[in-house]
């Protein structure tokens, strides 16, 4: 069974950064495409990026520049680096993984 189990969120100021992190489970992790998505209040689930399992990305045209997506495969860990956080970059985050296969999401607030 596949679990997935995101940490890192919480509350910044515009402009600050946070590192999420996600650790998986029961998946043999170094197959798969791995990414985040998120979904702010009231609106649609949405694509932040993703990483192949050789370590290419693929981001949002929202957060490219801002936003870092690595991965360990030992670890079985993706992690999503978000800098120049935003306001409207409030949302829920959720660790994906192809499938689909969704992790229980981690609230991110950027507020002063």
């Known amino acids: ?9 919480g509350l910044v100021q515009p402009g ?3 590192r999420l992190s996600c650790a998986a489970s029961g998946t043999i992790f170094s197959l798969y495409v791995m990414g985040w998505y998120r979904q702010a209040p009231g609106k649609q689930r949405e694509l932040v990026g993703t990483i192949t399992s050789g370590g290419m990305t693929n981001y ?3 957060v490219k520049g801002r936003f870092t997506i690595s991965r360990d495969n030992a670890k079985k860990m993706v992690y999503l680096q978000m800098n120049s956080l935003k ?14 296969y969704w992790g229980q999401g981690t609230q991110v607030t950027v507020s002063s």
């Open 16 to 18: 600050g950064s946070l």
């Open 87 to 100: 306001p409207e970059d409030t949302a829920v985050y959720y660790c994906y993984r192809q499938g689909p």
């Open 60 to 62: 949002a045209d929202s």
């Open 1 to 9: 069974q596949v679990q997935l189990v995101e940490s890192g969120g």
